[in-house]
């Protein structure tokens, strides 16, 4: 393989190592209720509110499943072009924790729900497939609260068994950039899929990060440590790039690298051991005998690959085949489904003579800069796609000049009004009358009599000063190409 | 007054529409000889006063269309009850008082039956002598100090001692049947998934069930009759057709072919359980139907495999007892501390002993060689049955392989205690109905007990059967009142 | 076989349940001779028996994603052994 530009690479002396990542993605099932239990799942809700008899493990408490999280799970495998299981386990993993009440979690082990599948990420250098490995349904743990009590931990439940899918990918990643696009992929599928908010903040995605290093070239893995629950891109690269440096400089002074579970801190940036917890654990797996296994027909899940949306890569196969974008347009306009949405309602109301190149940089330029700087998501823009739509047209037809637009722009983001309100009200329209601008440039001629003479014997930059006082004598409004056409006429 | 508790249920519930008793009299007369039987120490909570005045009420309004109007009755304390103390026979649960109600009591209610209280049992059910409870040994009212068998101890005893007309036990390897046996009475292990498990304290989940117990089969069939529906709150709740199993109660059972299993007539076992097995092969003979010499080949690996699955659930199962959202907590320097030190004083002997099994054969390494390789067998085990029944409708067996034993007899030998289930564990194993009915008494006059088997869901056939046998056999229990003073 | 007092003590730490000196001996002797019994079902071939998980003759039915469970707080916490208005409370955990 020749080498990529993009290439991660950790260099040490004369030695370069290679670093291989494989992730086990947790994505909260988007549904509302549990997964085993009718209790809500709503993010931020007062302490143990949401917590039924079965989440506390009441004595007698029996699971059953929620038909909805099965069948997020299997969509979530179709969008990752995964193979369906028709029949899949439920098993008990073992262990305590004040924040598991049942003494054990339900989960999938042996078999489950999703196999083997993929995902392409758009890398600057090209696209790179990365193997899934499988997808399993599993339940959430509630929270312990160590810093509210000196003595004491303090113990929520609210989370306790909501959904989860556990995403697990092959260790086919090779750089932080990777991994960030991954999860910004896998993210995107998720949402435009519904399965999954993808809202990092609230805990909806986490990983479990492994990495290992190995000599560039090498064909073995190195053994690899395990970085638990980062829930969040940036920490998740912060973490990969201490933990690979600190592999490398173990082998590097000859010493060997134990497979372990560590943890990320993201105070002192650093990945440190977990081992004194590691020691006990043998989760003891076994078939919930509470559960049957979970059988799904083909025509079930046929069903449900017929409700499946069009996902991110087909949508920008389509922008680009349909609306003639570039490629890197049509990466940027499909990576959310949001963005997506916006940009085909823009793109629906501007009607039959539309400009598209004008719209996507409408949208990518000055709209993702109103959102940046006032911190919103697309989905809250104060520019509704309807006005955006209008405002791309009034360009495109000559109504208004470019310049103008912007002017328009502003107001339309302090009050989401139609842009053609806002250009008749405040007598932006722009003036395209020959006759008017003629007698505007004859007048400014007139009143710069040198420069025009100067113009004329080749001083040609001065054409711009020209352009500059017409504009400026029709406040803006008049159409620049006229102008042009006139001056070049006149001079 | 004495005479009502010698009543049966359905006596009971004839009397009580055709208004010669009120729920009131009933309800007064087994408070009473409850409360002159505190020596059989079959109950662990008594709820008399509400019994009475729920028992009142009912009189005030009597629904008498009901299956079981103003019947009072006491339950074994692994169905959670309402605002009523649940404890499973632990210390861990002493204190437990659940804000729900099982479904099988919950149906048990809506048919008009009245709580008397709840009845002592082996701790989380496992044992088979009621030897293991946190709140003493129960007498067997047959003699004093013998056992009354278990884990349905307390409810054998009361019912046999006539502290409450029926009652509901939970078997998972004999529970029922075995106790039955040992006191004399009917206990009836349904089909797994006939009764939902919901509300039940876990023992082995794939193999606990909730059954009834009666002084006759007819009331064992009335009983069935009420707690068994389907439930979508236990998934592994079968919705079959159930019948209306006192209705339909026949003692036709002419051209039914019943299976003599050869593997039951084990080694050791008495003269007394072979001969009256022989009668019960006489009795069913007599009724007009056939029997047939079977073999069910794996029957002696039943038990060592029940010795694997079962500790194996539990010691999942009881992982919730660990002193944070109820129950009992022993106080600990930190978060581990806190539940080695509750589940070592809150649990007993035995359950330790069969969470440390359990854990065991799940742990690392040793999955395949004892949990895998037991639900291997274990389909064995059902083929055996499967095999049987392309040939005959039913199974007799004995029930167990001696009468009651002397309280501490056994105790100090787990194996031994064990081999008492060694004629039910195959059941529960193979999710098949089971009724234990008495056949016969031994030497001593101690009773003694018959297994019928079934077909899974085919509990009228074996309680049609049942009802044959009790009418030839024409069973009496020598209860002397002993300790009644 | 033979169940040593290194292994009652590893699965003491697994079930969370403290054990002596004293305790673990007995539990050895106990195991030992319930082991010795459940041996038995080395006698018999199983290489192409499908285990059995559950008896239930039926498939897992599925329930419709609705919330049913209302803020039931005050009867969740109300058994626990230590407990503020909103939490269950537990010794610190020390990792």
């Given at each position: ?33 549990k ?14 509110t949401q917590v039924?008899?079965?989440?506390a ?5 029996l ?11 299997i969509?979530t495998?179709?969008?990752?072009k ?17 924040d598991?009440p049942q ?8 078999d489950?729900?999703v ?21 399993h ?25 909501v ?22 992929k ?11 908010d ?9 990983a479990?990060?492994n ?43 000859g010493k060997?690298?134990?497979q ?17 917890k ?5 989760y ?8 049957l ?8 899940i ?7 949306p ?17 490629p890197?347009?049509?990466?940027i306009l499909?990576?959310?489904?949001d ?15 539309k ?7 409408w ?8 959102l ?8 809250q ?11 791309v047209?009034?360009i495109?037809n ?6 103008i ?13 139609d842009?053609?309100?806002?250009v ?15 007698a ?9 009599r ?13 054409f ?28 | ?15 009580i ?10 309800t ?65 649960l ?12 919950e149906n ?21 002598s009621?030897?293991?409870?946190f ?5 067997n009212?047959?003699?004093?100090d013998f ?8 409810s054998?005893s ?15 390897g ?11 009475t ?14 039940i ?5 794939s193999l ?10 007819k009331?064992c069939?009335?009983?069935?009759e009420?707690?068994s529906?389907y439930?979508t709150k236990d ?13 339909e ?9 019943i ?38 080949p ?14 194996a659930?539990a ?17 600990g320097?930190?978060?581990i501390d806190?539940?080695?030190?509750t ?36 389909k ?16 007799l ?8 034993f ?5 105790t ?6 064990y ?10 194993l ?15 006059g101690?009773?003694?007990?018959l ?10 056939n074996?309680?049609n059967?049942a ?19 | ?10 699965i003491?730490k ?11 001996e ?16 080395n ?30 707080r ?22």
């Amino acid at each position: 393989m020749s080498k990529k530009k993009s290439e991660y690479l950790i260099n040490r002396r004369d030695n370069q190592y290679e670093v291989v990542i494989g992730l086990e993605v947790h994505a909260q099932v988007l549904s509302e209720s549990k997964l085993f239990s009718t209790s809500a799942t709503k993010f931020g809700a007062e302490p143990n509110t949401q917590v039924s008899l079965v989440d506390a493990a009441f004595p007698g408490m029996l699971p059953v499943i929620n038909e909805f999280c099965v069948k997020q799970a299997i969509k979530t495998g179709i969008g990752l072009k995964a193979k369906i299981n028709n029949r899949s386990v439920f098993d008990r993993k073992n262990y305590f924790y004040a924040d598991l009440p049942q003494g054990y979690q339900i989960s999938q082990f042996k078999d489950p729900i999703v196999g083997e599948g993929k995902v392409i990420l758009d890398m600057p250098d090209g696209q790179k497939e990365v193997g899934i490995e499988r997808l399993h349904l599993e339940q959430d743990a509630g929270k312990s609260i160590h810093d509210l009590d000196p003595q004491n931990t303090f113990v929520d439940l609210n989370r306790s068994g909501v959904a989860l899918m556990e995403i697990v990918s092959k260790p086919d990643l090779r750089s932080p950039d990777e991994v960030s696009a991954y999860i910004k992929k896998l993210r995107s599928i998720m949402r435009y899929l519904g399965t999954c908010d993808g809202n990092m903040q609230e805990g909806s995605l986490r990983a479990d990060v492994n990495v290992s290093v190995r000599a560039k070239g090498a064909k073995k893995f190195g053994t690899r440590c395990e970085i638990k629950n980062v829930n969040s891109i940036k920490f998740m690269q912060m973490a990969i790039e201490y933990e690979a440096n600190r592999q490398v400089d173990l082998i590097e002074e000859g010493k060997s690298i134990d497979q372990e579970t560590r943890l990320f801190d993201t105070k002192k940036n650093e990945t440190r051991s977990m081992r004194s917890k590691e020691d006990a654990h043998d989760y003891r797996y076994f078939p919930d005998p509470d559960l049957l296994p979970l059988e799904v027909s083909d025509e079930f899940i046929n069903k449900l690959k017929n409700d499946i949306p069009e996902l991110p890569d087909d949508k920008k196969k389509r922008f680009i085949d349909e609306f003639k974008l570039s490629p890197y347009e049509a990466t940027i306009l499909v990576s959310d489904i949001d963005i997506a949405k916006y940009f085909e309602e823009v793109v629906a109301k501007m009607g039959k003579n539309k400009d598209m190149k004008l719209a996507v940089n409408w949208i990518t330029g000055e709209l993702f800069a109103v959102l940046n700087h006032k911190n919103l998501e697309i989905s809250q823009s104060p520019v509704s796609a309807k006005n955006l739509a209008i405002l791309v047209n009034l360009i495109k037809n000559g109504t208004i000049s470019g310049k103008i637009a912007k002017t328009v722009f502003e107001i339309m983001v302090d009050e989401d009004k139609d842009p053609q309100k806002i250009v008749e009200e405040k007598g932006l329209k722009q003036q395209s009358d020959p006759k008017a601008l003629e007698a505007l440039i004859d007048k400014i001629i007139n009143d710069n009599r040198e420069k025009a003479i100067e113009y004329k014997q080749g001083k040609e930059k001065l054409f711009g000063f020209f352009v500059g006082q017409a504009m400026k004598a029709s406040g803006g409004k008049a159409n620049p190409q006229l102008i042009n056409e006139i001056l070049k006429r006149k001079l | 007054m004495s005479d009502i508790t010698r009543q049966s249920l359905s006596e009971l519930v004839e009397n009580i529409k055709n208004k010669k008793l009120s729920s009131t009299e009933v309800t007064t007369a087994f408070i009473a000889r409850s409360e002159k039987s505190k020596v059989l120490n079959a109950y662990i909570t008594e709820d008399f006063t509400s019994a009475l005045d729920k028992a009142k009420k009912f009189d005030q309004k009597p629904n008498l269309d009901l299956k079981l109007p103003g019947i009072p009755m006491a339950v074994k304390d692994l169905f959670c009850t309402k605002g009523v103390k649940t404890t499973a026979g632990s210390k861990i649960l002493n204190n437990f008082i659940p804000t729900y109600e099982s479904t099988v009591t919950e149906n048990i209610w809506k048919e008009g039956a009245i709580l008397l209280g709840k009845l002592n049992c082996d701790e989380f059910a496992m044992g088979s002598s009621n030897e293991t409870s946190f709140f003493g040994n129960v007498q067997n009212p047959i003699d004093k100090d013998f056992v009354p068998g278990g884990s349905s101890g307390g409810s054998a005893s009361a019912l046999a001692g006539q502290l409450t007309p029926i009652t509901i036990g939970t078997d998972t390897g004999g529970s029922i049947r075995q106790p039955a046996s040992f006191t004399g009475t009917v206990g009836l292990k349904p089909t797994y998934g006939s009764c939902s498990r919901y509300g039940i304290v876990a023992f082995a989940s794939s193999l606990d069930q909730a059954g009834p117990m009666a002084q006759n089969v007819k009331d064992c069939a009335l009983l069935q009759e009420v707690i068994s529906t389907y439930d979508t709150k236990d998934s592994t709740s079968i919705d079959f057709k159930r019948n209306h199993y006192s209705k339909e109660l026949s003692n036709n059972i002419k051209g039914k072919k019943i299976g003599i299993p050869k593997e039951y007539r084990v080694d050791g076992m008495p003269k007394e359980i072979d001969d009256l097995w022989q009668k019960g092969v006489q009795f069913v003979k007599e009724c007009g139907a056939e029997t047939i010499d079977i073999s069910l080949p794996h029957t002696s690996y039943a038990l060592p495999t029940y010795y694997i699955v079962a500790p194996a659930e539990a010691s999942s199962n009881l992982a919730r007892y660990d002193g944070v959202k109820y129950g009992f907590r022993a106080k600990g320097d930190n978060l581990i501390d806190m539940y080695e030190k509750t589940r070592s004083e809150g649990f007993g002997a035995e359950v330790q002993r069969r969470i440390m099994i359990g854990t065991y054969v799940l742990s690392s390494g040793y999955y395949d060689a004892y949990y895998l390789k037991a639900q291997k067998v274990r389909k064995l085990i059902k083929n055996d049955f499967d095999e049987a029944y392309k040939k005959v409708d039913a199974i007799l067996t004995p029930s167990t392989p001696s009468s009651a034993f002397k309280i501490g007899e056994k105790t100090n030998d787990p194996v031994s205690m064990y081999l008492n289930d060694i004629f039910t564990v195959p059941v529960n194993l193979a999710g098949l109905p089971g009724i234990s009915i008495p056949a016969g008494h031994d030497s001593r006059g101690y009773p003694l007990g018959l297994q019928i088997i079934g077909k899974a869901f085919d509990e009228q056939n074996i309680l049609n059967i049942a009802f044959a046998m009790e009418e030839k056999i024409n069973f009496k229990n020598k209860i002397t009142d002993w300790w009644i003073k | 076989m033979s169940i040593d007092l290194k292994t009652i003590k590893h699965i003491s730490k697994l079930s969370r349940i403290s054990v002596d000196e004293q305790k673990a001996e007995k539990l050895a002797g106990d195991l030992n001779s319930i082991f010795d019994f459940i041996e038995k079902l080395n006698e018999l071939k199983t290489d192409n028996v499908k285990p059995l998980t559950s008896v239930a003759e039926t498939t897992l039915k599925l329930r419709s994603d609705k919330v049913e469970s209302e803020n039931i707080r005050e009867q969740i916490i109300k058994n626990s052994p230590q407990e503020n208005e909103d939490y269950f409370v537990v010794p610190k955990v020390i990792e």
